[in-house]
């Protein structure tokens, strides 16, 4: 019994414990409930907003607002902070409408935090300045617009305001922020601040401020503060992004004592950078890319002894790299890339033992690369790309560099020395190596290496059979690059999985390889590669292929081309040429509709253009020159409104040239040569517009050459497909040629005077054809034309006065017409060797021999005068200058173009266009592969 009760009263104690300490608890929870004020206030806040994906759904009268997502309460239940940011990746989308003054309620409030929402065209409430309490306002990213309210500057508790990135805010003066006392943090990034003069003497008053962001604030001048600027906590300073296009000011050294990031990339700033910045004594981050700075660095920057992160990349530094640099211990990145730095890289480097990022790229520095970069034992990117150092790199230089995932040395005059079984002692992810001496022999050392996503060997040197372990190996590669190398093998039984494979310009043999869904791009040109397409392209029934890029060209392929391209709707760039092709171009062909280049050229195709191939309506560049094609040129083909190039060549193609040809306003290349074209030339030539000079391209360059992707990178180099010789010294000019050429068919009638509208025409060939008539007289006005072939015709009459004009003229030929009368007398036309007019009996006058009778002098003088004017004014300077001239002026522009004859000219610039088109479509390709 006593044991009993004794039980009896432990569980009463027990449990009056349990109920107690439940009450407690209960106590504390009720004591966080909000009040109805403060609850009815949310809801009112809610009310005015939109909020699409429904994230305040909880918000409702039923439940306690402490509790409700965004808001937070203190112990007590006051809301003390609203917090509704969208975040990137956040799986709410932004909130949108009116901030309704309800929030005036919440009398506790000190954090409010309605950054990367929608608010656009709402201006920036007023009645925030009346939220006493507030210390933390985040409006950034939201597309508040209209003035800044001077009322916040009452929000004396305020310790942190961003009102970064709301590009349409505006800003009167700044005279209310310097009642914000309390201020520490302070971003107006995005806000137009070039007016504010006095922005920097109004901020450096807030006693307490310690980070300042003005990106992208339009600020043009650091002029020197009126009063000493006095920042007594400043920490970080971001002024990047702006118009500063002066040199750094060296009071901007003095600024604050307490300065850890300086960050002033993307400006204009000139000059040097001063000796003064050792001010800088505890500065952590400096950042100055991308600026116009220039000469020697200051040895001085090598006092900044907390440096962790040095950018000076992108600018134009000359100079060798300063020795005390040795001295920054606790760098962790240094980017010296694209500047003009020259000299040796240091040995004491091997001091920066913090080092992560080493990136020296694109300078001109020399020597060996020094052992000692090989005891950065934390490194994890060693750049030294596009430099001119030269000398071998051994194992013992990476023995330390455990932890290195990228290595990029192409472009330098390095190479490799390692025995066969290295064995690094790293995991590289991007092994950068083109234009790098890796050969003669396969690098076996790569085997081990199971975390590669990019290789690039371009141009290494190679001269090798690739081992069998490879092609496996490469299944986990994004990004494959071996071209221009001697590498051989059979590629017959290989399955390819990366994204993008360069095989190109090596001693491939076998047959085609296969490939995985995943192959966007596919280049395997210039190899020996025998076999017929169909197994390639017929395997894959069931996949939905990615393949947008599939060069074979050069390779001995025979067969026809299968009918199975409907598998590969994806191709965009599609480059069969030089193959042993053969059969009709099937009709399949016109499911390609994302085609924006065919080139089926050097091949032996017969039959027609099948009329499928309409459905390729965003084609610009067709080659089929040098098959057997024959039949008219179908209509539909003057319909395709992006052409640029059309070349038909060497065909069997009959028929005429219809007037539809004139649609054709985007076309810079014509060339149907050599086949059996009669009727006559059109006479609306002058409506192509891009030969007519109407389309300007150089304000296009988006939409015809993607100049902004030509900016130099590496895979500009990489990624050209069969470099030739000094062919790529012109790549970018070649997009200025504008060329018909109609030669060799049976065309009649007179040379349409239309012609010489076309004043953007470099390349005219109508020779060998049956055209009669004269010579148009405005043939002068084609201010540009260097190439003026006519030859065997039965063209008469006389040689025009303004073809004197013609001022970059290096190429004529006129001969074996019926040409008569004195060769006008000019700089130009007296110029070219007699073979230019010869086989017209009837021309007289230099330089051809035939004195001219009196008769014809006097027809001579009568069109004396014709001409309107010299494209350079008519100086003696140029005179007796003839072809040289003309190669020396065009010499600006190009230095080889016109080293060469009118026909191999235009060979290689065919095939340099073909590089070209290459090139813009992979670099398409290398913007989905980020990083790069
Ligand atoms: C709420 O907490 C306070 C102390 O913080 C206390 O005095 C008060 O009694 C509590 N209220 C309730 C309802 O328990
Ligand atoms: C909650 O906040 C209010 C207002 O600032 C304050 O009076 C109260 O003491 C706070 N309660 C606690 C437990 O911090
Ligand atoms: C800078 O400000 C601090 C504190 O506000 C003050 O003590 C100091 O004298 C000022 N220095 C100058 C040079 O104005
Ligand atoms: C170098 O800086 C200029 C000017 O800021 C910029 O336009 C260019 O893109 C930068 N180049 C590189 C390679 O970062
Ligand atoms: C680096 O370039 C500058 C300017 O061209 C030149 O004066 C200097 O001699 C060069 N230094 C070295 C080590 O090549
Ligand atoms: C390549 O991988 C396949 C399957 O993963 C395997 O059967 C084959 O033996 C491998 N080849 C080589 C040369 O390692």
Redesign the pocket.
Known sequence: MAVLYATHVLLLILSTATTLHFSASK?AR??MTCSEKERNALLSFKHGLADPSNRLSSWSDKSDCCTWPGVHCN??GKVMEINLDTPAGSPYRELSGEISPSLLELKYLNRLDLSSNYFVLTPIPSFLGSLESLRYLDLSLSGFMGLIPHQLGNLSNLQHLNLGYNYALQIDNLNWISRLSSLEYLDLSGSDLHKQGNWLQVLSALPSLSELHLESCQIDNLGPPKRKANFTHLQVLDLSINNLNHQIPSWLFNLSTTLVQLDLHSNLLQGQIPQIISSLQNIKNLDLQNNQLSGPLPDSLGQLKHLEVLNLSNNTFTCPIPSPFANLSSLRTLNLAHNRLNGTIPKSFEFLRNLQVLNLGTNSLTGDMPVTLGTLSNLVMLDLSSNLLEGSIKESNFVKLLKLKELRLSWTNLFLSVNSGWVPPFQLEYVLLSSFGIGPKFPEWLKRQSSVKVLTMSKAGIADLVPSWFWNWTSQIEFLDLSNNLLSGDLSNIFLNCSVINLSSNLFKGTLPSVSANVEVLNVANNSISGTISPFLCGKENATNKLSVLDFSNNVLYGDLGHCWVHWQALVHLNLGSNNLSGVIPNSMGYLSQLESLLLDDNRFSGYIPSTLQNCSTMKFIDMGNNQLSDAIPDWMWEMQYLMVLRLRSNNFNGSITEKICQLSSLIVLDLGNNSLSGSIPNCLDDMKTMAGEDDFFANPLSYSYGSDFSYNHYKETLVLVPKGDELEYRDNLILVRMIDLSSNKLSGAIPSEISKLSALRFLNLSRNHLSGGIPNDMGKMKLLESLDLSLNNISGQIPQSLSDLSFLSVLNLSYNNLSGRIPTSTQLQSFEELSYTGNPELCGPPVTKNCTDKEELTESASVGHGDGNFFGTSEFYIGMGVEFAAGFWGFCSVVFFNRTWRRAYFHYLDHLRDLIYVIIVLKVRRLLGKL
């Open positions: 106590a009720l004591n112990n007590t």
